[in-house]
């Protein structure tokens, strides 16, 4: 018998740990089973409140989905006006499915446009921000991605502000590139993802922002194209990715195009085409509420000024005023 196992069997045995830590083992056995039950009831709880109740948002909550709205539906005209296709995507849409608007803890917005649509939006928006007098309120913004590559930038997001407290953004709207892929076998690249993410972002701040040569690399790595394929991804400045927020999936072309438009609170709005293969693929199953649930706490931000609701709600009117004469 070697010196450490004649040490482990001294103390074993003169400590009785063999039993202490079985009693223990068993106590934290019946510890988790126990919080399980209860996560298991509470999920059940949170399931039949957002599902079978129609609940009632308090004014402020109200104010703020009213101007969320409007600031997608300006999204919406100027894709209109210019023939560009966008689609509701990740929580928005499964709000839009599942209740039929909002989620009831979700404060922002996610939409989608492939590259094409992208890029010629992103040319076109200042000027109708100008045009419509929103230049002052609506913040063309991309989002920094400081922890990959200090300096780089990645997809467009429009905060609506108000120069309350030295600006505060009231709402906010994600807009994600996707791209088609020229084949797809249904091989696993996503480390090859991560690695052509990295050097994009490299590339974007060594070129001093130069957009169109960083992104003909990735096409050029991942075997991408702007025209139509059977096959389409995130593009590489989402949060899509192995290790990411969400998991790095290759969609189905004909299963999302044509978009269809469908309701999203009082308006209509274009959404995949097949919304079963969209939510199971994106969610699983998108009809129950996740045990776990992700807050971006911009209510709980806003809650803290006293005159927040009478501002919200005024924006919303402005917005909603401009949306009904747009052109």
Known sequence: MGIKQKIGNKILNSSGSVQHYKKQIDKLTKKVERLEKENNSTNRLLNTLFLDYDLTPSPLLQNFRDLSLELLRFMDNICIKYDFEWWMRGGTFLGAIRHDGFIPWDDDMDSGMMRSYYDEFVDVLPEELERNNLDNKIKINFRQRNAFVEGATSFLQLFYYNDLKDGVDLTALDVFPFDYMKDYNGEDFGQLYEDVRLQYYHDLVDSNGDYE?????????????????????????????????????????DGIQPFKRVKFGKYEFPGPKDKDYYLNNYYGDYWKVPRVLTFHQRMGRLRKFPEINEIMENEAIYLKQVNDNFE
Not at 217 to 236: A, C, H, I, W
């Open 213 to 253: 040569a960083s992104i003909a690399k990735v096409y050029e790595s991942l075997n991408l194209t702007r025209d139509q394929t059977p096959f389409m991804l995130n593009g590489v400045e989402g949060s899509a990715g192995p290790n990411r927020l969400n998991k790095l999936q290759v969609f189905n072309t």
